[in-house]
């Protein structure tokens, strides 16, 4: 007979049963003591501070990226962008056995039934899942990236931005709401604990603190010369490409492979200025030049030095007659893609260490480092040291 209720067959009624017996019995099954309030209070404090770096160091890349019009980034330190686009990326790598061994402390959690008890409960789990999943696809999404592993339709800077305020935001929410437990575990000197659940909590936590350095240990070479030979999981080392710096641009790659090499090669400086330049390659190598040491630093966490020598931008500006505060545009003989331009505000191209580069280590640029000539200043992304530059706009 059908169920008076349901109206179900009795067949239909023992596979829902079972499954619903087996989720309900879920939680008696996960007996570690690992999986504590405890243990995911300390994770949870070790999270908090690694996504709250990883905020920060983030900003401050897009906004080096995509500055608005009232924001002028300074030119020095010169390495501050490689420090903390650096931070950024080894961070979020030895953030991915962090957030795996929370999601693993609290995943019995996830089986609780009902799943649903009233309409707070509700709220509270679907700001969980926008934290986990929110977490989940920053880093994922990020390992992809450094991996130039480009999987998806979107844009990734763009989608990684703005999920990283949803995701933040869900954090702090998260925090005010499960603040009282993390005091009650890690802060109540009365919460006594049997020593071999301390020993085995803290040989846990050491096990994890270990996979997170040794994360580093294995990528930070990327970034810090002295531990390059160690950095065997980054995406770029830092020594390997043409004339010891990596390229994730080639020539062949922006279609410039022919026009770098015609003999009518001019650099014009034109727009808001008194006089127009129209500077051949001799005449550009007859003018002063200048050889500084700076880092190309990519958004991908990789970064190296180099000298570079060249003719200084302000220099040329200053030929022209360009105005102290103008802001320079240079654009590249490649016409199309992202970054075949960029802007130069008054902090940079005033600086004496921004070239309009001819050479690298002594000797001249390589296609792929943007023979003839290219962009290098100081304390920019590697993605706005425009390679094969043809023309200077002053606005």
């Known amino acids: 007979m059908n169920d008076p209720v349901t109206n179900d067959p009795p067949a239909r009624r023992r596979p829902v049963e079972a499954a619903t017996a087996l989720v309900r019995s879920l939680p008696g099954r996960f007996t570690s003591p690992l999986h504590s309030e405890r243990v995911a209070a300390q994770l ?27 924001m002028l980034w300074p030119s020095r330190p010169v390495n501050l962008y490689r420090v903390t686009q650096g931070v950024h990326v080894i961070g979020g790598l030895a953030t991915i056995p962090l957030l795996l061994a929370k999601l693993w402390s609290v995943y019995p959690r996830l089986w609780q039934w009902p799943p649903l008890r009233s309409l707070s409960h509700a709220v ?29 339709p979107f844009s990734f800077p763009a989608a990684h931005y703005w999920t990283s305020y949803v995701l933040y935001g869900a954090l702090l929410i998260h925090v005010v709401n499960e603040w ?14 049997a020593p071999e659940v301390t020993r085995s909590r803290r040989r846990f936590l050491g096990t994890v603190a270990a996979a997170c350095g040794l994360t580093v240990l294995v990528t930070v070479g990327e970034t ?20 010891g710096i990596p390229v994730n641009r080639t020539a062949l790659a922006a279609g410039v492979t022919e026009t770098i090499r015609r003999p009518d090669f001019r650099l014009t400086v ?28 990519c958004v991908e966490g990789w970064s190296a030095e ?17 105005a102290p505060e103008a802001v320079l545009v240079v654009e590249s003989l490649e016409r199309s893609g992202a970054y075949n331009s960029s802007e130069v505000r008054a902090p940079h191209w005033n600086d004496p260490l921004t070239l309009l580069a001819l050479r690298i280590n002594g000797s001249p640029l390589d296609p792929d480092h943007g023979y003839p000539l290219r962009l290098i200043a100081p304390n920019r992304p590697g993605v706005l040291q425009t390679k094969w530059v043809t023309r200077v706009v002053v606005s």
């Open 306 to 322: 180099a000298d570079w020598t060249g003719v200084r931008l302000r220099d040329l500006a200053e030929r022209a007659g360009a």
């Open 44 to 70: 949870g404090i070790w999270l908090g501070i690694s996504f709250t770096v990883a905020l920060v160091t983030g900003l401050i890349s897009h906004f080096m990226q995509h500055p608005p019009s009232w």
């Open 180 to 193: 009282a437990k993390v005091r009650a575990n890690l802060w109540t000197r009365e919460r006594v604990e």
């Open 270 to 297: 034109t727009g808001a200025v008194r006089a127009e330049l129209s500077l051949t390659l001799a005449e550009l190598t007859a003018m002063p030049q200048h050889t500084v040491r700076l880092p190309i630093s």
């Open 124 to 152: 509270e789990r679907g700001l969980v899942l926008l934290l986990v999943g929110g977490a989940l696809f920053q880093l994922i999404t990020g390992l992809l990236n450094i991996s130039y592993a480009y999987l998806w």
């Open 224 to 243: 810090f010369a002295p531990l390059s030979k160690l950095a065997v999981l980054a995406p770029r080392a830092p020594d390997v490409g043409p004339q």
